[in-house]
Each structure stands twice: as structure tokens, then as C-alpha cells.
């Protein structure tokens, strides 16, 4: 499925994922990447699964998960809708001149086979929220996944089986040791015991 991409979305004020910065939180640059492509619908679609809804309140749902940090643009909101709309996975029901929307049994089927996939999608919005609320990657860090992915673009075609669980467990181990932290004198000395 293509993503709907619309020219006005890169407007003053609003990152190339449709999210707006919020009054007061201005950042140098641009902020971390919040959303991959697709995301943004499995998540509607989610949200819309476990109660019907108004287009603002998935605003100020998505809004509340970013600990309000970040608010997605309507104009990103509202395309996505209309393309779950259009694919048959929600239906629109307009009642008061708002439109609140509810899931169809398609949608809930696409939903059931990308239960891994909303996992993942969950999970990069809890390290978004974390890195959006001033947690960011130190100028050194930055570099370093600079060079990381630099490498992993220099070395496209020479994957065979073997390097590619090699690679994959260099990655996997130095994710894991990121996120395990630091190891205390203390703990090295009883492991060296």
C-alpha cells in the first residue's frame, strides 16, 4: 500500500512525519523520526479497534502516548483515515456534522496478522516518547550511528548466510549491552570470583 503524501504537510512548524512541535519544546534540528512508513495507519487502526472515534480524539489519543510532547498534524490524520477509509478497514459514520469511526471486520482481520508488527510500533513510540522528552543522543553517539549505518550501506552485496548472523548478533549483542547499562566495578569483581 503507498502512503499518501500530500505537499502541505511540510508546513513551518511541523516535521516531515506530520507531527507538530508543541509551544515551549523547540529543538535544534529536526526531531528523531516518530513514525516509519505504515505505522501511523496499523496505529489508527488500533486505536480505532479498541473504541470508535472522532478524528480529534486520535489526535489527542496519539498526543497522550507522547506524553504531549508531540501532537500529530490533522493533516496527516486525516489522509490516513480517509486511506483506511477507502481500503475497507474502517468505517466513517457521520453523526452531528463530525465523522466517528469504527472498525470493520477487514480491519480487524489486518489487525490480528500485525500483532508483531503494532508491538514494534508501540515500542518506537515509548523511545521516541523517552528521546523527546530531552533524553537526546549526545553528539558522539550520533556520530557513532552515523558510522554504524554508513557501514552496513558499504557492505550491501556482500551478505551470505554467515555474515548475515554474524552482523546480526553484533548488533543484537551491542543493543543489549546499550540497554543493560553500565557494569559496576563491584559486579565485575564477583564475576571475575
Not at 82 to 106: C, H, N, P
Not at 140 to 150: S, W
Amino acid at each position: 500500500m503507498r502512503e499518501h503524501h500530500h505537499p502541505h504537510h511540510r508546513e513551518h512548524g511541523v516535521d516531515p512525519d506530520g507531527f507538530e512541535k508543541r509551544p515551549g519544546r523547540e529543538r535544534a534540528g529536526r526531531g528523531p523520526r516518530v513514525f516509519a512508513p505504515g505505522d501511523l495507519k496499523l496505529l489508527l487502526l488500533a486505536l480505532i479497534a479498541d473504541q470508535p472515534c472522532h478524528g480529534y480524539d486520535l489526535i489527542r489519543q496519539i498526543e497522550t502516548l507522547f506524553d504531549g510532547a508531540y501532537s500529530p498534524s490533522p493533516g496527516v490524520i486525516y489522509p490516513t483515515l480517509t486511506f483506511l477509509e477507502e481500503s475497507e478497514m474502517i468505517a466513517g459514520d457521520t453523526e452531528g456534522g463530525k465523522k466517528r469511526y469504527t472498525v470493520t471486520d477487514a480491519g480487524r482481520q489486518s489487525l490480528a496478522e500485525q500483532t508483531i508488527a503494532l508491538e514494534g510500533v508501540r515500542m518506537r513510540i515509548d523511545v521516541s516518547k523517552r528521546s523527546l522528552r530531552g533524553h537526546d543522543r549526545p553528539a558522539e553517539i550520533h556520530e557513532a550511528v552515523h558510522n554504524l549505518r554508513h557501514a552496513l550501506q558499504m557492505h550491501h552485496g556482500r551478505w551470505n548466510p554467515e555474515e548475515i548472523l554474524r552482523v546480526r548478533d553484533l548488533l543484537n549483542n551491542t543493543a543489549k549491552a546499550i540497554v543493560d547499562g553500565p557494569v559496576t566495578a563491584l559486579s565485575s569483581q564477583e564475576n571475575a570470583e
